[in-house]
């Protein structure tokens, strides 16, 4: 079975620091990897999303990935944290029928002024 | 358009109580799916409906948990008997079907059971 693994639990970084948040997953087939962020009382909002092709993936609020196969990794990025990614992030895999999503336990983001 | 919503935004019941969690998905996605986020963890699969029928429930923990989807829309998420353990927030997420490939899942923003 897939399986996700979020080592940090918790990240403090300074306001305009750089950010990342690693994810390692098992799975046995080519993955469909994801971020996710939750923000209080929010839904969860995609960032981005690796299919295949190209390793390094953009996303939305100035987030990037890279999808390293040999680590079995897809750690998120941020070049300079800004006061509102405070905030939880999950990564996730999808299943090979590509119906139901599994998460990593989440990292919790706190970003100090 | 709007997106995903749920109903009630919190839930607040005793032990051994019914309660119905209302999801209504995005028009026109025949995908629907229900997760479960406990305190501290990353939400869990339960069930995965296409249109009318539950395709996929092997994520529903045992036979107190049971969802509907009787015109392939909205859907009810039903728990019998709960227990303190059911306490958590859970979210509906729907996505355009049938899963020929992956399809963006979208996200509502949960209904907070808590049980007492």
């Known amino acids: 079975a897939q399986s996700v693994t979020q080592p940090d639990i918790h990240i403090t970084v300074s306001e305009g620091a750089s950010l990342e948040l690693r994810c390692n997953y098992s799975?046995?087939?080519?993955?469909?990897l994801f971020w996710y962020v939750q923000s209080p009382g929010q839904g969860l909002q995609l960032l981005l999303k690796?299919?295949?092709?190209?390793?390094l993936v953009q996303g939305i609020k100035g987030f990037e990935a890279e999808f390293k196969r040999s680590q079995s990794s897809f750690n998120l990025r941020k070049p300079s944290v800004h006061w509102s990614d405070a905030a939880e992030y999950f990564c996730?895999?999808?299943?090979?029928?590509?119906?139901?999503?599994?998460f990593g336990g989440g990292t919790r983001v706190l970003v100090k002024p | 358009g709007a997106g995903v919503s749920q109903t009630p935004s919190n839930k607040v019941t005793e032990k051994g109580k019914y309660v119905e969690l209302r999801c209504d998905p995005i028009?026109?996605?025949?995908?629907l799916y229900w997760y479960r986020q406990s305190l501290g963890q990353g939400p869990e699969f339960l069930i995965y409906?296409?249109?009318?029928?539950?395709?996929?429930d092997s994520g529903l923990p045992n036979d107190r948990f049971f969802a509907v989807r009787p015109e392939g829309s909205v859907s009810t998420l039903k728990i019998q008997r709960t227990e303190r353990g059911d306490s958590a927030v859970y979210l509906c997420?729907?996505?355009?079907?049938?899963?020929?490939?992956?399809?963006?899942?979208?996200f509502g923003p949960g209904t907070r059971l808590t049980v007492l």
């Open positions: 409906f296409q249109g009318t029928g539950a395709a996929d």
């Open positions: 996730a895999v999808v299943t090979a029928a590509g119906n139901k999503l599994t």
């Open positions: 997420a729907s996505s355009l079907g049938p899963e020929s490939s992956y399809n963006e899942q979208f």
């Open positions: 799975y046995g087939a080519t993955p469909y």
């Open positions: 028009s026109g996605h025949t995908a």
């Open positions: 690796y299919f295949s092709g190209d390793t």
